[in-house]
C-alpha cells in the first residue's frame, strides 16, 4: 500500500476529526497531496489539496471548516475536520499526484460518519 489514510469513525454534527495520511518520502516530496470523498449514491469529489509549498484549494461545501496540512518530516498529509455536518458524510481518500507525471496514487479510504 502506497498510502495509507486513518482517522475516520463516527462524529457527533459540529464535531472535530483528524484525518491522517502517510507514505513513502519519495512519493510524499514530489507530489501534490489531496483529500477526496465519496458519499453513497454520489461521485467522488476532491475536498482539499496542498502543494509542496503549501498553496491550498478547498472545495465550496468545505471551506472555512476544513483545514490541510502537510508534515514533510512525517510524510503525512492531514485534514482537520471541524464543524462537520451530516453532508460530510462518506468515505474520504487520500491522493499523492506526482508532479510532472501522470502517476497518482490513491489511499485505501477511511470511512467518516456525521451523525448524533
Known amino acids: 500500500v502506497q498510502l495509507q489514510a486513518s482517522g475516520g469513525g463516527l462524529v457527533q454534527p459540529g464535531g472535530s476529526l483528524r484525518l491522517s495520511c502517510a507514505t513513502t518520502?519519495?512519493?510524499?516530496?514530489?507530489?501534490?497531496m489531496a483529500w477526496h470523498r465519496q458519499a453513497p449514491g454520489k461521485q467522488r469529489e476532491l475536498v482539499a489539496g496542498?502543494?509542496?509549498?503549501?498553496?491550498?484549494n478547498y472545495a465550496d461545501s468545505v471551506k472555512g471548516r476544513f483545514t490541510i496540512s502537510r508534515d514533510d518530516a512525517k510524510n503525512t498529509v492531514y485534514l482537520q475536520m471541524n464543524s462537520v455536518k451530516p453532508e460530510d458524510t462518506a468515505v474520504y481518500y487520500c491522493?499523492?499526484?506526482?508532479?510532472?507525471?501522470?502517476?497518482?496514487?490513491w489511499g485505501q479510504g477511511t470511512l467518516v460518519t456525521v451523525s448524533s
Open positions: 491522493s499523492a499526484q506526482l508532479i510532472g507525471t501522470t502517476s497518482q496514487y
Open positions: 496542498i502543494t509542496r509549498v503549501r498553496n491550498t
Open positions: 518520502g519519495s512519493i510524499f516530496s514530489g507530489s501534490y
